[in-house]
């Protein structure tokens, strides 16, 4: 019966998305007043940025939970259940209670005469800020979804504010101009309120300290105020406002995540300067226990498979450096399936000449490229590229070719890897 309910409350959910992405927070808004205005009573670090902003929410959330904290995460997309979107100290939410909130928050909105369209991430989004006022949480971690400004989750006044970084992705919606989408991340900084970025061009750094400066908000850089240095063990060292880690190990794979790691590490001190009490142990073994899904993830030794979620140019660079400088292999086999809306031909340009054969698919979501385009977008390398349509006859041909000394990667995007993490660990589907 509850699984009956917690179906027809995805039904209800999903059928939101037909009404596409409505960039604007009066929607959501409405619906928060409808049901109290949980945000209110609840404190927030908020965290944007292109990519990383799931990790690096990982890694804030485990540090503040091994210090004793109760924390609230909210992430998106899920890899698998619906259900991972929404945490209480790395316990997802429960399906009867998507159920019963989804029940209550629709009779909520529809006595408020609050009436569609409002989407998918609007209902979620204060689902998720409901839950974590019902549950106490001393702190809740907010992932933006897209963009920033316009985000449903832009509804908080957050104790600060992270943006990983800023590279071109969702053009459509943000801009085509590295400007024009960091000034959309930028939505997120509010008045007083610090903000750590770990963006590296120098014009977007200056765009975000004017903002910060008109804000009076306190700015915090990856590089200046927060340093790290890569060990000899493959550890890092971290040096930040008044903390110096050494030999930090991390559960995580790539370079890249040092550097989300150093900024998690620059918001705990900024939280530890908001009186929020945080021990250097539960720095170094927030960071040791840490587990993010889909990034760079082994899911299978024998033979040995890949998941990495890289589903823009930025992220497929990250991959592509991981795979030259952190993996050993005799060959290498990649399976590929990308979305519609990506920037498709700079992405297969950085990775399709790291391998000796190509599988091309797509997960099952209309927003997939169908593998006969993603072919022709290969050019030369569509010579070692092969198509499976089906899902899951593209893992048993790419498991089939991979042999014990060499490596199959599966990318492109979260849709991607979240079925093919299922298919590797079905007792985990919802």
Known sequence: MVQDTYQQSLHYLYGLEKFGMIFGLAQVKRILEAIGNPHRDIQTVHIGGTNGKGSTAAMVSAILQKEGYRVGLYTSPHLIRFTERIKVNGKEIEEEEVAQLTGWMRKEIEAASITPPFT?????????????????????????????????????????????NIAKDHEEYLGKSILKIAREKAGIIKRGRPLITAVEQPRVRRLFSEICMAKASPYYQVGKEFRYARGDDGDFHYEGLHRKLWGIHLNLMGFHQVVNATTALGAIEVLEELGY??????????????????????????????????????????????????????????????????????????????????????????????????????????????????????????????????????????????????????????
């Not at 897209?146 to 989750?153: M, V």
């Not at 091309?360 to 209309?366: C, I």
Request: glycine share 6%; aromatic share 6%; with cysteine.
């Open 120 to 164: 998918f991430f609007d209902f979620t989004t204060a689902m998720a800020l409901h839950y974590f006022k019902q549950n106490w949480v001393d702190v809740a971690i907010l992932e933006v979804g897209l963009g920033g400004r316009l985000d449903s989750t832009n509804v908080v006044n957050p104790l600060l504010s992270i943006i990983t």
């Open 277 to 430: 009490r945080i021990s250097a142990d539960a720095m170094m073994s927030g960071l040791k226990e840490v587990d993010w899904p889909g990034r760079l993830e082994m899911v299978s030794s024998s033979p040995r498979v890949l998941l990495d979620g890289a589903h823009n140019p930025a992220g497929a660079l990250v991959l592509k450096a991981a795979l030259e400088k952190e993996y050993q292999y005799r060959h290498l086999n990649l399976l590929i399936g990308i979305m519609k809306d990506k920037d498709i031909p700079s992405m297969l340009h950085l990775l399709a000449p790291l391998a000796d054969r190509i599988i091309l698919t797509q997960p099952h979501t209309d927003r997939a490229m169908p593998p006969s385009l993603l072919k022709k977008a290969l050019g030369q390398n569509g010579k070692k590229a092969e198509i499976a349509e089906e899902f899951q006859e593209a893992i048993e041909r790419g498991l089939s070719l991979t042999q014990e000394d060499d490596l199959l990667c599966i990318t492109g995007s979260l849709y991607t890897v979240g079925e093919a993490r299922a298919y590797f660990h079905p007792k985990r589907r919802s």
